[in-house]
């Protein structure tokens, strides 16, 4: 399923005009020196094609082998094109990679069938014979290092012509139309398109472009011994004929190279539509910041899509187009798919924007109200660094969203574990308290919390709304609440304070109250005491709030539940917000 949408995808970009997929037999590439010879195939020159520190891109042949990558045969040769190793015999099985340079040209070429190829062979077959030829190549004073060291593509010219030898028409035509495929197989059948075909690949491309990927991998492979049934081995287990291959691969390489790509963790997830449409740009921007080098990013039309997303006046297409989201993760050998989700624009919309509204949550107008899936888990995250999100969180979470089910327990866990460990923290350039309950946790807990509540709600549970709610009386928020005030009277007894009740006691309050509270209530009457004398207009204020906080509390509880442990931190935000903003700036 996945190979047969990606190969849709391909198609449909292939079909238009205006697309730089590449057409088939070629694949994009870059190409850093240019040997130029004559008719009769004697060298003239080498040209370097880099330019700010970069090869010219060019597509290139690819006959249906690891293009992007050899293995350690050294008679895997490319069409006219590859390393120094290969075009000049140079290094480790030298001798054996320039003979498979010569058979690859001799097997799709005849002599005499174009002059620029003879001229290439001829050249080839004089170095093999005499690697002197070779040495003013080699020993270029400002490329043959480089060279030497087989770095860069190298590629060859006819002295006069404007292109390189296999962008010759005539060499172009007997590459897009092949006279044979690569490995015959009467009656096989390709699994993806249904249809026989004679050139089953035994190799599948490599993938490149992965975030984190230390080396290329491949999406389908196979290993030559684990898998081999009634004799066959490799890639023949499961016939895919070389079009359909070839057509797999560019699709995914211009995806995971395109804006249709989002780094997840560790993770690089793909997404594209059926056929064009408008959503496959907008989906971007559900789960991420417009890049900082994006040149589109400040024009009208971008910065309005961006803002109606994350202030919920997104209008969700009435599409019935299938749309498509695949997260995939490097590893040693191979890609391993860690999600694919297929549903349609609309489904895949209303999911996408449904995220966006479980997630809105009041917060202070000087912090950016977006919340891409980075920022979220970072939130989470010890430091607030990628490399200490939990495993498989975002995939997890990728995959709820797309399902429109709960979010995992995970989340909710780690944000809870998260404010706790940070119950004292302190800023580091101003020494004062960080919030430990800071915007992106309070909108996480709030989305796990009441996409649980739509699956399963035996207690008829009233959902969290944006901001406080007075009548809500769940005792987890209540206390929640209630923690907060006796922190701010904490605050307003003694103005400067460096440490709050929030540094020793946030931890107990939200999961034993009943060790905490009886102790903090003393406390509070204390602070209330002072504020009577010096601000007796304020004493009055807070204790009617207490009082109203405390009005459905028969008793404190000793353990509050996961869940409710997630409402009292909502409760501890939701009140905070509303004691620190302006009486004059509230709804």
């Known amino acids: 399923m996945i190979l047969q949408a990606l190969k849709e995808y391909y198609d449909r970009k292939a079909a238009d005009p205006k697309s730089d997929i590449a057409p088939e037999g070629w694949i994009p590439q870059r190409i850093d020196y240019e040997i130029v010879l004559d008719h009769r195939g004697t060298f003239k020159q080498i040209n370097n094609k880099r330019e700010n520190n970069e090869g010219h891109s060019a597509l290139v042949p690819n006959i249906g082998k690891q293009a992007l990558k050899h293995n350690n045969s050294g008679k895997d040769a490319n069409l006219l094109w590859d390393k120094p190793g290969f075009a000049l015999g140079i290094g480790k099985k030298g001798d054996i990679k320039l003979i498979s340079f010569i ?11 174009d002059v620029a190829v003879d001229a290439v062979r001829a050249y080839l077959l004089s170095g093999k014979t005499n690697r002197n030829v070779f040495d003013p190549i080699i020993n270029h004073p400002d490329m043959g290092e480089a060279i030497r060291s087989d770095r860069g593509n190298i590629t060859f010219k006819l002295i006069g012509d404007d292109g ?61 011994d684990a898998f081999c049934s009634f004799g066959k081995k490799k890639s023949f287990n499961s016939p895919v004929g070389k079009k359909a291959v070839d057509a797999y691969t560019k699709a995914l390489s211009r995806l995971i190279n395109s804006k249709q790509k989002l780094k997840i963790c560790d993770a690089t997830a793909v997404y594209w539509s059926g056929k064009e449409s408008s959503f496959e740009h907008a989906a971007f921007f559900f789960f991420s910041a417009p890049p900082k080098d994006d040149p589109d990013r400040n024009t009208e039309a971008i910065k309005a899509l961006y803002e109606s997303i994350w202030s919920g006046a997104y209008a969700v ?23 694919w989700h297929v549903g349609t624009v609309r489904e895949m919309g209303s999911r996408f924007k449904q995220h966006v509204e479980d997630l809105a949550i009041i917060h202070s107008a000087k912090v950016d109200s977006a919340l891409p899936m980075r920022r979220l888990l970072c939130s989470i995250a010890a430091q607030g660094k990628d490399d200490n999100i939990p495993p498989n969180l975002a995939g997890e979470m990728v995959r709820s969203i797309l399902d429109g089910t709960p979010y995992p327990t995970t989340l909710l866990q780690a944000a809870i574990r998260r404010i706790r460990a940070e119950q004292a923290k302190k800023n580091k350039n101003t020494g004062k308290q960080d919030p430990n309950v800071p915007y992106e946790r309070a909108a996480l807990i709030k989305a796990c919390l009441n996409r649980a509540l739509r699956f399963n709600n035996p207690q008829k549970e009233k959902e969290i709304t944006m901001c406080l709610d007075p009548e809500n009386k769940n ?59 010096e601000k ?7 204790q009617q709030l207490i009082g109203e906080i405390m009005c459905p509390i028969v008793d404190f509880p000793a353990h509050l539940t996961l869940a409710d442990q997630g409402r009292f931190a909502i409760g501890y935000y939701h009140q905070t917000q509303d004691l620190w903003t302006s009486k004059t700036t509230k709804p």
């Open 103 to 113: 058979e690859t040209i001799d097997s799709w070429f005849k002599s005499g069938e």
């Open 164 to 224: 390189f030898v296999f962008e010759r028409s005539s060499v172009k035509n007997k590459i897009s139309n092949p006279a044979k495929g690569i490995n015959n197989i009467a009656g096989a059948i390709c699994l993806v398109t249904g249809s026989r075909v004679g050139d089953i690949v035994d190799c599948h491309p490599i993938t490149g472009g992965l975030f984190g990927a230390k080396k290329s991998p491949n999406l389908v492979s196979f290993n030559e």
């Open 317 to 339: 297409p009435n599409d019935s187009t299938p749309f498509y989201v695949l997260g995939l993760s490097p590893n040693a050998a191979r890609i391993a798919v860690r999600f």
């Open 475 to 533: 005792i987890g928020y209540r206390l929640g609440r209630l923690f907060s005030v006796l922190e701010k009277i904490q605050t307003e007894a003694n103005p400067g304070i460096n440490a709050t009740i929030r540094d020793r006691f946030y931890g107990a309050a939200s999961s034993t109250p009943v060790t905490v509270f009886g102790n903090l209530m003393r406390l509070s009457n204390h602070h209330l005491s002072k504020l009577e004398k």
């Open 536 to 542: 007796p207009g304020l004493f009055v204020v807070r």
